[in-house]
């Protein structure tokens, strides 16, 4: 199993963050895991992306050029990475703020309001986790028990008791998560 | 930073052989505090910043006792690394391009006065202010001599977040070894990056008995039954200046008989070679599965020490493969240690991007293929 996924969004969306969770739940699977940011001068309302990739196997790459899966969360993002996905690979997009859909015809593509549910959650700082759960159920490249775990190893103490919120914002992405175009 | 940060380097002291998620910047920080180093003297800079951060935030000087201070300048920084060295320390500073150009003169003075000490460089894109994004157009400076005087860095290369950290330990080895500064030369995509990383075991820093054990040079106080001790660079006599370099001569050339390390990968049946060092490593990796799926036998050969640097096992590959090329994210710096240990038997060719621009292992194999097997 190798997975090279590019997250790409504005800064302040938990772009990096969301790498970190996926990053962490690699290592509670004892798998290897590699978070590359694309670190820039620019950070909030800038653009951010970070490329994670977890494998079976030592990874040779932290920076690939293709990738399996695009989370793309603005329109610039979804412009650049659309046309680095592996043929037959995911993107993943929230319709909100897009406005020139993805037009390639051999990927396959996912659409999440991950904005809109977590507006209705009344608590904007869970659409990160909404996105990651939509991942989670169409490549689940780790369990939730260890993205669980992994949200635990990854917030100081302090912040624990948000985990069920985060926990529901993830089940709630999973469910929300729509197939929009099969890849032909 | 962070609670999290605290939070993982907490996780790290629970067991010492616990596996953590951490960046390269962060790890050097940590090898540096288990080490049991002395003192660390440096100034902020991008993209290497964590390191000074994640010593302020561990606060080692409360547990082992280290001094961590950030000084007014790199010019600064470099020479309290020259007076804690001077004093048998375990002192070390860190920093990024333009950084490191401003320590040249401290760093040629360490040398000349053969002081043990740990350099990082974590390299962005140059010359000049150029950008924060990684380069490695810093192999020149580090490797032959960016200060003044015939002098060398002991130079180590990581290609892992893991390395970052087991190189710390290295490096005050061999610096210690043979008096003489060591540099970790890494780049902005291992400082930045995270991987899983087991850290070094804690060791206690020595004590006051065991550094004038270790270092009978150092300048620790004189005792009645010897004479002082002098830590200096300058000899104003050129026949005895003359002589100290025929020292550091047959001292260099112990270390090129001793110290070299490289990694060669996939090399046995190979047709052709990459030489690549740090990150440009990790993408030629990824070049040589991308090479292999397409039929075509390409290896991977990595120096750890660029300094001494891996001349005989290059020029014994060169004598089974028809071509190599160097990638380096620089205008074509190594290759010219390559060109050196292959001496014209094969060509050799470079691939290389500049300015903060990572070459992709697509971009390696099509330049490779332009280049090599035309």
Not at chain 2, 20 to 27: H, S, Y
Not at chain 2, 112 to 140: K, S
Request: with cysteine; hydrophobic share 40%.
């Amino acid at each position: 199993m190798l997975q090279e996924i590019v997250i790409s969004g504005f800064g302040g969306q938990g772009v990096l963050s969301m790498g970190k969770i996926l990053a962490y739940s690699g290592i509670m699977e004892d798998k290897e895991v590699s978070w590359f940011p694309a670190y820039g001068p620019e950070q909030r309302g800038g653009t951010a992306n970070v490329t994670v990739i977890v494998s079976d196997k030592p990874i040779s790459s932290p920076v690939v050029n293709k990738y399996d899966v695009a989370i793309v969360l603005n329109q610039p993002s979804l412009d650049k990475f659309e046309p680095k996905l592996k043929p037959g690979g995911i993107l993943i997009y929230d319709s909100y703020g897009i406005n020139k859909k993805p037009e390639r015809k051999d990927i396959n593509v996912y659409c999440i309001n991950a904005m809109e549910e977590s507006t209705k959650m009344q608590n904007t700082k869970v659409f990160n986790m909404i996105i990651l759960g939509g991942l989670l159920k169409i490549s689940p490249i780790v369990q939730i028990e260890n993205v669980m775990e992994g949200l635990k190893k990854s917030l100081p103490e302090r912040h624990h008791k948000l985990l069920p919120m985060n926990e529901k914002a993830i089940l709630l992405g999973m469910e929300k998560i729509e197939l929009e175009q099969r890849a032909v | 930073m962070s609670e999290e940060l605290k939070q993982r380097s907490a996780e790290a002291k629970i067991g010492d052989s616990q596996i953590t998620l951490m960046k390269g910047n962060e790890a050097i920080a940590h090898a540096a505090i288990r080490y049991g180093v002395d003192g660390y003297f440096g100034y902020p800079i991008t993209p290497q910043s964590e390191i000074i951060e994640t010593l302020m935030d561990e606060a080692p000087w409360e547990t082992t006792g280290m001094v961590v201070l950030q000084a007014e300048s790199e010019v600064a920084a470099i020479n309290m690394v020259y007076g804690g060295a001077g004093c048998g320390k375990y002192a070390m500073t860190t920093s990024s391009s333009p950084g490191m150009s401003l320590k040249q003169e401290g760093i040629s003075y360490l040398a000349g006065a053969e002081l043990p000490c740990l350099l990082v460089n974590v390299q962005r894109g140059g010359p000049g202010l150029g950008t924060i994004q990684p380069g490695q157009a810093d192999y020149f400076q580090t490797v032959k001599g960016g200060g003044h005087g015939d002098y060398k860095l002991i130079t180590l290369a990581p290609n892992s977040v893991q390395e970052m950290a087991d190189l710390v330990g290295l490096g005050f080895e061999l610096a210690f070894k043979y008096n003489n500064p060591a540099c970790i030369l890494t780049d902005g995509i291992i400082g930045q990056m995270m991987e899983k990383v087991r850290l070094p075991e804690f060791k206690a820093r020595r004590t006051e008995a065991e550094i004038r054990k270790q270092c009978p040079w150092a300048t620790l106080g004189k005792s009645a039954d010897r004479e002082p001790n002098i830590v200096t660079s300058l000899e104003m006599d050129p026949a005895l200046m003359e002589m100290r370099n025929i020292k550091f001569q047959s001292k260099y050339k112990t270390i090129e008989e001793n110290e070299v390390r490289y990694e060669a990968i996939n090399c046995e049946d190979a047709d052709y070679i990459l030489v690549a060092f740090g990150s440009s490593a990790r993408i030629c990796l990824k070049t040589v599965e991308l090479a292999r799926e397409e039929g075509i036998k390409v290896g991977l050969i990595r120096p750890i020490t660029l300094w001494p640097f891996p001349s005989k096992a290059i020029c014994e590959y060169a004598q089974k493969v028809k071509g190599i090329l160097v990638v380096e994210m620089n205008a074509g710096q190594m290759i010219e240690d390559v060109r050196l240990a292959v001496n014209g038997t094969i060509p050799v060719e470079h691939y290389g991007r500049m300015g903060g621009i990572v070459p992709t292992p697509e971009g390696v194999l099509d330049g490779f293929k332009d280049k090599i097997i035309k």
